[in-house]
């Protein structure tokens, strides 16, 4: 079920010159383009719909914020649930060098209050360890290390499940990297998810075309028509390589998360 609390949504029109409005869905838009052109005012309320009916997620509108909270079980399979449990299933992924972590998949309760209006940040932050942002399925995302001391994921990335997620020694079940459970079900370049600072997360192909780092800022993301946004927002995508979801910092300004 999902609450609403002090819920009337406001909608603001994406305030962008018509170099959007005369671009087809195919192509990509210059950030240097808009942001010379005209200040930008995003709303993310079109795609709050894809965590309607998701048993790990409520979420509440509260003027211009949005809070989410899960309780962070996945809705697949998993070597990681207890042998009991419906959704256990032992490693079927393709990876040799497998080796199950010795945690568990446990309920949290992990809340993100984010911008409903997201925008570019003049003072842009550093993602930390820990939840940097909620997938559509209500798991949460990591970044592109390891704990403690921000590793790489060289050796923890053997410890993903067939969906490429595992969970932390606090039994956090997390994502990442590509987490191929969504994008097997929604599509390659489909919304995944959102980040603490309001912006969405959208699988690795846009258009048909596979999106690699190069083709991304240095947060990881850029300017372009999506699906949910015909007009254009900025957006991260999810790469094959380092890092994966995130890179130097958060393009928006992160909303509170309470872990």
Known sequence: MKIFQNSKLYFFPLLISSIITSCSS?????????????EITYNITPILTMYDNIDAVTYAVNGNTVTFTTTDLPNHTSPYWNSSHALYEAYTGTNSNWNKNPNVIAEQNVTFTIPLNPAK???NLATSLGPIGISRNGIVFYNQY???????LTSEINSFDQWLGHPTGTNQYHYHIE???????????AFLGLLADGFPVY????NGSTITNADLDEFHGHISITSD???GIYHYHITTEAPYINGNGFYGTPGNITN
Do not use: H, R, V, W
Not at 28 to 37: D, G, H, K, V
Not at 146 to 152: F, L, R
Not at 203 to 206: A, F, K, L, M, V
């Open 146 to 152: 390891a704990g403690p001391n921000e590793q790489e």
């Open 229 to 231: 946004f015909p007009d």
């Open 121 to 123: 940040s003049s003072n």
């Open 26 to 38: 195919s192509e990509t838009i210059s950030e240097e383009e808009i942001e010379n052109t005209t």
């Open 179 to 189: 987490p191929t459970y969504l994008t097997d079900q929604f599509g390659s370049g």
């Open 203 to 206: 699988g690795p192909t846009e």
